[in-house]
């Protein structure tokens, strides 16, 4: 019978590195769904992370303009009060004059906003320098552009299939019934696809935000069990049926 590798016939040493990069990786993911609740919770108005923000991320609301949007959401908190915010929502609502502009936005963008939305800010985000520049971000939300999707979708693709492949060959070291292990090392690859082909179709069918949470759950849970899994038989697990070592 073929020998495989398990956990019992890995060094300390081998273990420790396993351990930690495991480990680093947990503390990575736990971020990556902080950063995931910051950028789009609020999209919709209300405070908080709802299906209706996912909706709002890839569909656009389509009510709203990407500048409403953000004031609503996440660049909320760079506005000193309300009034401010409803009188930027109002100059949209009043069709966004350039007169309106110069006389009551403008001056709120200056104090609040141009230190990053500026050239010399060298942030990769809209520049808040002239009249025709803010104006464009006031026509309607169509969600996430195609170009901004292709760019997440090849990192995404890329980094997570490199974690997802180191999480998994540590995985295969653990003893655990071969259907159960073939099944859980596949899984995290089909969700991160299916995730990112929903994240096109949500900017279709808003009504896809559900499988796009669905994936990224499903995907959270099968590599949470193997990162998991793994560290308690590389420390804790014995098979009794093997001599000890
Ligand atoms: C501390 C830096 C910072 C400040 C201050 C700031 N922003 Fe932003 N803003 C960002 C970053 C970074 C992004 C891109 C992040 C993202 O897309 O989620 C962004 C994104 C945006 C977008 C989205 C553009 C798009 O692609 O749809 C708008 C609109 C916006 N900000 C408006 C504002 C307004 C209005 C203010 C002032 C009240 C403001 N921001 C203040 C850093 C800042």
């Known amino acids: ?29 736990l971020f990556a ?3 995931l609740y910051y950028t ?8 908080g992370l709802s299906v209706k923000d996912v909706m709002y991320a890839y569909h656009g609301s389509h009510n709203q303009t ?34 309106e ?11 609040n906003c141009v230190m990053c939305h500026s050239t010399d800010s060298g942030l990769p985000i809209p520049h808040f ?16 552009t195609i170009p901004a999707l292709v760019r997440v979708s090849h990192i995404h693709l890329f980094g997570i299939a490199f974690i997802l492949f180191f999480v998994g060959r540590i995985f295969l070291l653990s003893d655990i019934p071969p259907w159960l ?9 089909l969700f991160l696809i299916m995730d990112i082909a929903s994240w096109y179709i949500t900017k279709i069918i808003p009504g896809f935000a559900y499988v796009v949470i669905a994936n990224g759950a499903l995907m959270g849970l099968a590599f949470g069990g193997q990162l998991l899994t793994s560290l308690y038989q590389m420390w804790f697990y014995k098979n009794k049926s093997l001599p000890e070592k």
């Open 181 to 189: 292990k073939r099944t859980v090392v596949t899984i995290p690859f």
């Open 40 to 47: 789009h919770q609020g999209r919709d108005g209300e405070p």
């Open 101 to 111: 502009f110069n006389e009551k936005i403008n001056p709120i963008l200056q104090n």
């Open 33 to 35: 769904i902080l950063n």
């Open 66 to 99: 990407r500048l409403g949007a953000a004031i609503n959401g996440p660049m909320e908190s760079n506005l000193p009060n309300k009034a401010a915010k409803q009188e930027i929502l109002d100059w949209i609502q009043h069709g966004a004059t350039e007169e």
């Open 1 to 29: 019978m073929a020998m495989f590798k398990r956990f019992s016939d890995l060094s300390t040493s081998e273990k420790l590195l396993d351990s930690m990069f495991l480990i680093t990786i947990g503390i990575g993911y």
């Open 129 to 144: 320098d002239s009249y025709a520049n803010v104006v464009k971000l006031t026509e309607m939300d169509t969600g996430a």
